[in-house]
């Protein structure tokens, strides 16, 4: 397996950027998605997962109305549309895959597959 996160880049805040990640080695379709960020002191966090095969999303608390994942089976990739960044948004953005799991979370920890980080960084 192996994804390859892409789209990162400097924006000023409220700006926007949407991040990709191509998947080779498996079909998304049948696993569960995640993207998720590390800024610099900071233990990595789960920011937005597609969790179950229903389409089943978690959204952390500090993105909801602002990021959605989403993702596009014919070019097997998947996306975050990143809306209104903050400052507080800058960090080292990683995608990942899992097995579909049923409970409302986007733990690092559930996910096996990582893509390499793409840098995200919110300055004016």
């Known amino acids: 397996v192996q994804l390859q996160a892409s789209g990162g880049g400097l924006v000023q805040p409220g700006g926007t950027l949407r991040l990709s990640c191509a998947a080779s080695g498996l079909r998304l379709e049948h696993y569960a998605i995640g993207w998720f960020r590390q800024a610099p002191g900071k233990e990595r966090e789960g920011v937005s997962c597609?969790?179950?095969?229903?389409?089943?999303?978690y959204n952390a608390d500090s993105v909801k109305g602002r990021f959605a994942i989403s993702r596009d089976n014919s070019k097997n990739t998947f996306y975050l549309q990143m809306n209104s960044l903050k400052q507080e948004d800058t960090a080292v953005y990683y995608c990942?895959?899992?097995?579909?799991?049923?409970?409302?979370?986007?733990?690092?920890?559930?996910?096996?597959?990582w893509g390499q980080g793409t840098q995200v960084t919110v300055s004016s």
């Open positions: 990942a895959t899992a097995p579909f799991y049923g409970d409302n979370t986007c733990h690092v920890e559930k996910y096996a597959d």
């Open positions: 597609v969790i179950s095969d229903d389409g089943t999303t």
